[in-house]
């Protein structure tokens, strides 16, 4: 079902998943302020909406994921107030996908270079095709990554990688970017959307609340020492334990049957 176009993405909801797709494909769906002003709203909305469980995101064409910030735009900056905010406007919407209480899921169909890395990187779980391309190239343009990649790069691929890839601005292909945990998964461009579909399906099928939590202890507590991380872990554990998800889950598994989770 296709609901509300935003004038640079396409929505559409299928059950309880949302699918986002970036769609300037004639610009290889670089982030303009109209895309990033539409995600922000888009996400906002997403993050509230009771019947979403979980969203994908990809990009318009065969070609592009996203290339990066609109560098048309980039090239009009020149004073240091501006050039702040541009990048912290940015950090702030794929913030607001970070720390989403349901799922994203990046579809990286084709080249993720700049901010569409940076903002496969800010999902929780990201997959490419066989035909994807990863890179941080902003040294070439004089600038640094400024959408979170020195920071989210780094903790997911470990600072050796990372800065090898921030530093040379060279672009990696799939296999290495699987091979260095960008992506958990790599596929045929064809089998792209049906596998997100089946990742996001599968985990909209799950206790939201669980999902909910798991998302917090891993993104939250990895950011803390091991000792607030565990607590973390066992607060949020305890909680669960009083769910009616939780009675339910374990009831259907002791009447061998199937759990209907209703967020509660
Ligand atoms: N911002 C604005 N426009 C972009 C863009 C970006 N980040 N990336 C691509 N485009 C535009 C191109 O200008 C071109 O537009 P045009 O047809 O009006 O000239 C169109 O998208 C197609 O791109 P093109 O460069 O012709 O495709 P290609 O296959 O030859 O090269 C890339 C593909 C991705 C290697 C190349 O487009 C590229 O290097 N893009 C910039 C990547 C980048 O530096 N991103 C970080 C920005 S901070």
Redo the contacts with the bound molecule.
Sequence with gaps: MTETTYQTLLLSVNGSVAEVTINRP???N?LSAQVLNDLRHLVADLREREDIRAVIITGAGE??FV??????E?AALNDWETGTEFARSGQAVFSLIETSPKPFIAAVNG?A????CELALACHIRICSENAKFGQ??V??G?IPGYGGTQRLTRVMGRTYATDLILTGRMINATEAHAHEIVSRVVPLTDLMKTAREIASTIAAKAPLAVRASIEAIFMGSEETIEEGLDREATLFGRLTTSADFHEGTTAFLEKRAANFQGQ
Excluded at 67 to 72: H, L, S
Excluded at 113 to 116: E, H, M, N, Q, S
Aim: hydrophobic share 50%.
């Design positions: 004639d610009k290889l670089a070609k592009a290339a990066g910030a609109d560098i048309g980039l080249f270079l700049g901010g569409g190239p902003e070439n343009l600038i």
